[in-house]
């Protein structure tokens, strides 16, 4: 996808690549594969795609680019995290005022 920067169409292979979004809905390859996994296989697949590419930041031709992606990603694993654990409180707190001894 692209972004606008001061009025000037500018690619963003990091943030949104062109190449994701191929399919006739327009729809994110990481929306589709969070969508056919359970919150916590996702978190760990989004773990595992930060460490491949810390892994080969040294390897491939454009370092930067490949720890950018690592950091979109363990944003995305951040903000994922922090859904489960609200709605874990929010299990817990809807339970907590259950008197136990009915």
């Excluded at 996808?1 to 009025?7: H, K, L, P, S």
């Excluded at 080969?56 to 489960?84: F, P």
């Amino acid at each position: 996808m692209t972004q606008v920067e001061f009025g000037v169409k500018v690619k963003d292979d990091v943030n949104s690549p062109e190449h994701y979004k191929l399919n006739h809905d327009g729809i994110e390859c990481i929306d589709a594969i969070h969508a056919t996994m359970e919150p916590s296989a996702f978190c760990e697949y989004v773990r595992g795609t930060v460490l491949k590419y810390l892994w080969r930041c040294n390897y491939k031709g454009d370092k930067l680019k490949d720890l950018r992606k690592a950091q979109w990603y363990l944003s995305k694993l951040i903000r994922e995290v922090e859904k489960i654990e609200n709605s874990n409180e929010t299990t817990l707190t809807l339970f907590d005022n259950i008197d136990e001894t009915n």
